[in-house]
C-alpha cells in the first residue's frame, strides 16, 4: 500500500517563481491535510479538507491555494513564492473526522531562494 | 504563542534508563494524539488518548492523559537506541494543533 505519495521530495524555486506540490492517497480518506514545518516550530497547518470540493484555511494559509477535485487528490499551490515560505511541507489524511488517526507523506523539502 | 507546550525540548540519556516527557497547555482538546517522526520521513502515530485520566501502554512507552484533558506524558521504561526520535503531541481540534516536540536520543 503506496498510502499518502508527495511529490517532488526536493526543490528550489527563486523568489517570485509558483509551483504546486503534490499529494495522493489510496486509502479512500474523506479528510486530507496540509502542515509545514520549520525548524524548531512543530508543524502548522495550512489548509485541509474534509471532502471533494470543500476546502478550509487552517492556521497559516497566507500564500497558499489548494483544491480538491478528487477524493484522492489535493494539491498545494504557491503562486509567488518567498523565502519565508521555505520549509518542509507535509500531506496527511484521515478517514472521517479530525479524532482519526492522520497518515504521513513524507515531505517535500522546498527552498526559496 | 505556542498553545502546546512539549518539554524538554532536547533529551540525551543512556541506553536501560527511564525518561518521560511532557505535553502541557491551557485548552481542552477533545483528544491528544502523540507521533514519532525520523530524520527525513513524517510523523507516525503511536497512540492517541480521549478520556481524561487514560493510560495507554504500548510495549516500553507509557502514555497518559490528564484528568482535565489539557496535557499529557509518555514515558518510556529502559530507553533502547531504537526509541531516538523526535516525539510530538497534536491535540485534536481543526486537524491536529502540534507542540515543537521532544528530540529524544538514546545512547548505547
Known amino acids: 500500500n503506496a498510502g499518502v505519495t508527495q511529490t517532488p521530495k526536493f526543490r528550489i524555486l527563486k523568489i517570485g517563481q509558483s509551483m504546486t506540490l503534490q499529494c495522493t492517497q489510496d486509502?479512500?480518506?474523506?479528510?486530507m491535510y496540509w502542515y509545514r514545518q520549520d525548524p524548531g516550530m512543530g508543524l502548522k497547518l495550512i489548509y485541509y479538507?474534509?471532502?471533494?470540493?470543500?476546502?478550509d484555511k487552517g492556521e497559516v494559509p497566507n500564500g497558499y491555494n489548494v483544491s480538491r477535485s478528487t477524493t484522492e487528490d489535493f494539491p498545494l499551490r504557491l503562486e509567488l513564492a518567498a523565502p519565508s515560505q521555505t520549509s518542509v511541507y507535509f500531506c496527511?489524511?484521515?478517514?472521517?473526522?479530525?479524532?482519526?488517526?492522520?497518515?504521513f507523506g513524507d515531505g517535500t523539502r522546498l527552498s526559496i531562494l | 504563542t505556542q498553545l502546546l507546550e512539549q518539554s524538554p525540548q532536547f533529551l540525551s540519556i543512556q541506553e536501560g534508563e527511564n525518561l518521560t516527557v511532557y505535553c502541557n497547555s491551557s485548552?481542552?482538546?477533545?483528544?491528544l494524539q502523540w507521533y514519532r517522526q525520523e530524520p527525513g520521513e513524517g510523523p507516525v502515530l503511536l497512540v492517541t488518548?480521549?478520556?481524561?485520566?487514560e493510560v495507554k501502554k504500548l510495549k516500553r512507552l507509557t502514555f497518559q492523559f490528564g484528568d482535565a484533558r489539557k496535557d499529557s506524558s509518555l514515558h518510556i521504561t529502559a530507553a533502547q537506541p531504537g526509541d531516538t526520535g523526535l516525539y510530538l503531541c497534536?491535540?485534536?481540534?481543526?486537524?491536529?494543533?502540534f507542540g515543537k516536540g521532544t528530540h529524544l536520543i538514546i545512547q548505547p
Open positions: 479538507s474534509v471532502g471533494a470540493g470543500i476546502t
Open positions: 496527511a489524511s484521515s478517514y472521517s473526522d479530525f479524532n482519526q488517526p492522520q497518515h
Open positions: 488518548v480521549v478520556t481524561g485520566g
Open positions: 485548552s481542552v482538546f477533545s483528544s
Open positions: 486509502m479512500n480518506h474523506n479528510y
Open positions: 497534536a491535540g485534536v481540534r481543526v486537524g491536529l494543533t
